[in-house]
């Protein structure tokens, strides 16, 4: 199983930028698939899921409304549109996928969830 995340960069307060995680190596047909997001010197934090084949998105509240998960089925590959970046948004976000999604919505913001993890990818806001 490969998650090769992509589309990390620098970019201005207020700019937007759209991360991209690609699968390989597993089915999807019933996974979810996330985002997190780690800062320097803080713990991993959920920004976002989907559940794969019903295309179903949740998110972490504070980031509703800037940021959006969606896919591209024939790719195999979870996307993040993230608007109106700030500052405190810098981190390595990182996608992650749990080969069977889980219902119990209390676990997906939770890393241990997720049985495999892309490389992360580097987001720096400037203010």
């Known amino acids: 199983v490969q998650l090769q995340a992509s589309g990390g960069g620098l970019v201005q307060a207020g700019d937007s930028l759209r991360l991209s995680c690609a699968a390989s190596?597993?089915?999807?047909?019933?996974?979810?698939m996330a985002w997190f997001r780690q800062a320097p010197g803080k713990e991993r934090e959920f920004v976002a899921v989907m559940r794969w084949s019903m295309a179903r998105a949740y998110y972490e509240d504070s980031l509703k409304g800037r940021f959006t998960i969606s896919r591209d089925i024939a790719k195999n590959t979870v996307l993040l549109q993230m608007n109106s970046l700030k500052p405190e948004d810098t981190a390595v976000y990182f996608c992650?996928?749990?080969?069977?999604?889980?219902?119990?919505?209390?676990?997906?913001?939770?890393?241990?969830?997720?049985?495999?993890w892309g490389q992360g990818t580097l987001v720096t806001v400037s203010s």
């Open positions: 992650a996928v749990d080969p069977i999604w889980n219902v119990d919505p209390r676990t997906w913001s939770r890393p241990d969830t997720y049985s495999y």
């Open positions: 190596g597993l089915s999807l047909s019933s996974a979810g």
